[in-house]
Every structure is written in structure tokens, then in C-alpha cells.
T-cell receptor, first 114, second 111 residues
Framework: DTAVSQTPKYLVTQMGNDKSIKCEQN?????MYWYKQDSKKFLKIMFS???????INETVPNRFSPKSPDKAHLNLHINSLELGDSAVYFC?????????????FGQGTRLTVV | DQQVKQNSPSLSVQEGRISILNCDYT??????FLWYKKYPAEGPTFLIS?????DKNEDGRFTVFLNKSAKHLSLHIVPSQPGDSAVYFC??????????FGTGTSLTVIP
């Protein structure tokens, strides 16, 4: 029973394409996140979302958009992919105001744009 | 504008000795601090945390120390074991429930 699962695990695509990465959590958490780990291994937050509020890191291009069909899912859509988008993307979830307060992470999606 | 920093990209320690991983932060509004462990091709997994109102939290071989005045925290692993070899990320949570990560420290425990 994977708590936070992402699909696909690997994604290779050409520049200019539009792609999506799916994320599902079965922990009953109310907040989900997307992180990008770049070539320097820095885990940078892109979005956090609960059923009330979407917080967007101001450095994230608007080609990236999160879509949440329900509380257990937060999918990441990327339009017009660029070479610099190549990275590992991690989904995570947490529960506000309840212990444990840590975020749980998925296994990551390695995106390669060629 | 990296708010959480780990200045040591790597650390090597002999098995049985103490490993000390350090982390600095800039935002005094962070209310919770965490350490994550990451193996290659896997997502980070939670290791230990500490609330900003405490200065120490211990869980088995792992102890996290928080020095709020210095905006510094550290993770002590004693005794270190070869299975502890991984990348360790320091993270801090903002009141808005966003988690900010450092760049990680790669720990190698030498048998």
C-alpha cells in the first residue's frame, strides 16, 4: 500500500510537447505538494494545494499547472516543455494541524526533455 | 533566496562513530524542522522532527538539536551504521504549511 504514488516513474518527451504527471495519496491528507529536484539536487517547492487554497511559488513558469480532481489527487500539467524542465518531480502530502506533521513523498518522476 | 541551507554536500564517517549533519535557516517564522533521508531513485522519507519550541528531540540513534538564536539545527547519528549511508535533507515548515528543503548532505558510513 503505497501512501503517495506517482505515475509515470520515467517520462521522456520532446521539446514543445504537453505532458502530465499523476499523483495520488491514500493517507487522507488535506494538503498536497509538487517539488522539483534539479541537477544540483535542490528540492524546490512548486505548489502546495488544499481544498481551500493553491499556493504557487512565484518562480514557477505558468506553463506548469496543478489540477486536483479530488482531495486525494494532485496532477501536474506541463505545457510546451523545454529542455530546462528536465528534472525529478516529487509529489508529497501532509495533514495540516494534525500530527504527524511531516510531508510524505512519492518516489518521484524523472522527466527528460529532448 | 534559499531559506534552508546545508553547507556540507558530503560527509564520511567510520562505522560506530558519530555522524553530525548541520543545517542553517534564515526564516524565523519556521515552526517545525525535519530531517529526511533519501536513497537513489526513491522519494525522501521522514526521519525525525522537532518543534520550534523545543531544543532537542531523540529517537533511538537519531537526535536533532535546535538552536533558535543561531537559526541552526543538527542531526546526530550515533553509532553510525553502513545502512545510514544516504542523502540527508534538512527541511523547515512555514506557518503556511509549506516545506522548504536544503540541498542535502550525502553521508557515507565506512565499514
Amino acid at each position: 500500500d503505497t501512501a503517495v504514488s506517482q505515475t509515470p516513474k520515467y517520462l521522456v518527451t520532446q521539446m514543445g510537447n504537453d505532458k502530465s504527471i499523476k499523483c495520488e495519496q491514500n493517507l487522507g491528507h488535506d494538503t498536497m505538494y509538487w517539488y522539483k529536484q534539479d541537477s544540483k539536487k535542490f528540492l524546490k517547492i512548486m505548489f502546495s494545494y488544499n481544498n481551500k487554497e493553491l499556493i504557487i511559488n512565484e518562480t514557477v513558469p505558468n506553463r506548469f499547472s496543478p489540477k486536483s480532481p479530488d482531495k486525494a489527487h494532485l496532477n501536474l500539467h506541463i505545457n510546451s516543455l523545454e529542455l530546462g524542465d528536465s528534472a525529478v518531480y516529487f509529489c508529497a502530502s501532509s495533514q495540516v494541524l494534525r500530527r504527524p506533521q511531516e510531508a510524505f513523498f512519492g518516489q518521484g518522476t524523472r522527466l527528460t526533455v529532448v | 533566496d534559499q531559506q534552508v541551507k546545508q553547507n556540507s554536500p558530503s560527509l564520511s564517517v567510520q562505522e560506530g562513530r558519530i555522524s553530525i549533519l548541520n543545517c542553517d535557516y534564515t526564516n524565523s517564522m519556521f515552526d517545525y524542522f525535519l530531517w529526511y533521508k533519501k536513497y537513489p531513485a526513491e522519494g525522501p522519507t521522514f526521519l525525525i522532527s522537532i518543534s520550534s519550541i523545543k531544543d532537542k528531540n531523540e529517537d533511538g540513534r537519531f537526535t536533532v538539536f535546535l538552536n533558535k538564536s543561531a537559526k541552526h539545527l543538527s542531526l546526530h547519528i550515533v553509532p553510525s551504521q553502513p545502512g545510514d549511508s544516504a542523502v540527508y535533507f534538512c527541511a523547515a515548515r512555514s506557518p503556511g504549511n509549506q516545506f522548504y528543503f536544503g540541498t542535502g548532505t550525502s553521508l557515507t558510513v565506512i565499514p
